[in-house]
């Protein structure tokens, strides 16, 4: 557990989302200005999203956990090592957080501060893509914990670059980003219609991934025996 107040937790929570959104938001702005080669302005939003991902947790996770995502956060409530109101204080401070983030990105590159985004991302693959680019963050996540715990920014920061190239949504993977770019009307943007999708199915990979990871990662020492009389 954390040895910080809650309110230095929110602060980093809110301070680590923001500086997400605001590398995403902002790589992809710069990314489009340079090239309209689609394929080259994606490698120029995604090197930088993995890069500032090690950076934050690193910095930020021995105050908070640098969750800076609630389908994260729900996962560790699931694990009871969240309460209710912490993963509601926490929610809230990510996705104010990440709609402050858009608005940084966007003043630093002259534009509105909020422009709804009318970039269309819907359908069942992208819907799915999203399951999976939340599965494999928690499983990322819960594995690096249990095995080697100081690698865990790298590990989120490579495999979130990785996902960018092999998921057909190049992987959200938060709701709180997901939320944020709908208020860019930019690269990375998504229409806010279309957030609902993504929303739920960042949760339910997310959920999945806790599930599988709880039986995968229990040791024989820790199952239970698979006849109890046997031992008795």
């Given at each position: ?154 590990l989120v920061g490579l495999y979130i670059t990785a996902a960018y190239w092999f998921t057909a949504s190049t992987s959200f993977a938060n709701p709180a980003v997901a939320i944020a770019r709908s208020f860019t009307n930019t690269f990375s943007g998504i229409r806010p219609r ?39």
């Open positions: 557990m954390s040895g910080y107040d809650m309110p230095r937790r929110l602060v980093a929570e809110a301070l680590g989302t923001a500086l997400l959104v605001a590398t995403v938001v902002g790589s992809g702005i710069m990314a489009e200005t340079l090239t309209k080669d689609t394929a080259v302005a994606l490698l120029g939003n995604t090197l930088p999203t993995g890069a500032i991902l090690v950076v934050l947790i690193t910095i930020l996770g021995p105050i908070s956990g640098a969750h800076f995502n609630p389908a994260v956060s729900l996962v560790f409530a699931l694990k009871r090592e969240l309460t209710a109101r912490d993963v509601a204080l926490y929610i809230g401070a990510q996705v104010l957080g990440g709609i402050l983030g858009t608005m940084i990105a966007h003043g630093m590159f002259a534009l509105p501060l909020l422009d709804a985004s009318m970039k269309a991302r819907t359908g069942g693959a992208q819907w799915f893509a999203e399951a999976v680019a939340a599965f494999g963050l928690v499983a990322t996540i819960l594995a690096g914990i249990r095995f080697q715990r100081a690698a865990v920014p790298w279309d957030l609902p999708g993504f929303i739920a199915a960042e949760f339910c990979g997310a959920i999945i991934g806790l599930m599988l990871m709880a039986w995968l990662l229990r040791s024989s020492k820790e199952a239970p025996p698979l006849n109890p009389e046997a031992e008795l």
